[in-house]
Nanobody, 124 residues
Framework: QLELVESGGGSVQAGGSLRLSCQAS????????MGWFRQAPGKEREVVVV????????YTAASVSGRFTISQDNSKHTTYLQMNVLKPDDTAMYYC?????????????????WGQGTQVTVSS
C-alpha cells in the first residue's frame, strides 16, 4: 500500500507560479510511475503530466506543455509539479497518483494509488 500526500496548493493571480509536492510513504524501492491529474468543477478528471521514475521519461498534456514541469527527488520520496504562467483555466483540484512499474501507456497509464488532492485557484 502506498500513501500519497499533496501540498502546495493555493490562490494565485494569472501569470503566477505554484509548486505542488507529493510525498509517498512508506517508501519502497522499485520503479514507479508518478502522475499529476486535475479536476475542475463540473468537468472530468484529466491527466496533466506523468513521469517514469526509473528512466525520467515524462509525458505532458498539450494544455500545459511549456508551462508545467514534473520532477522527482528520490532522496525525499517526493514528486513535484512546477506550474508557471498559470491561467484561470488551470483552476482545479490537483491530485497525485502512483503505480509500481513503468508508465507504459504514457498519459493513458492507469494508476493504483491516489492522494486526497490540493486546490489550485487562479484569478484573472
Amino acid at each position: 500500500q502506498l500513501e500519497l500526500v499533496e501540498s502546495g496548493g493555493g490562490s494565485v493571480q494569472a501569470g503566477g507560479s505554484l509548486r505542488l509536492s507529493c510525498q509517498a510513504s512508506p517508501y519502497s524501492y522499485g520503479t514507479k510511475c508518478m502522475g499529476w491529474f486535475r479536476q475542475a468543477p463540473g468537468k472530468e478528471r484529466e491527466v496533466v503530466v506523468v513521469v517514469a521514475t526509473g528512466t525520467g521519461t515524462t509525458y505532458t498534456a498539450a494544455s500545459v506543455s511549456g508551462r508545467f514541469t514534473i520532477s522527482q527527488d528520490n532522496s525525499k520520496h517526493t514528486t513535484y509539479l512546477q506550474m508557471n504562467v498559470l491561467k484561470p483555466d488551470d483552476t482545479a483540484m490537483y491530485y497525485c497518483a502512483a503505480r509500481y512499474g513503468g508508465c507504459s501507456d504514457g498519459l493513458r497509464t492507469a494508476f493504483s494509488y491516489w492522494g486526497q488532492g490540493t486546490q489550485v485557484t487562479v484569478s484573472s
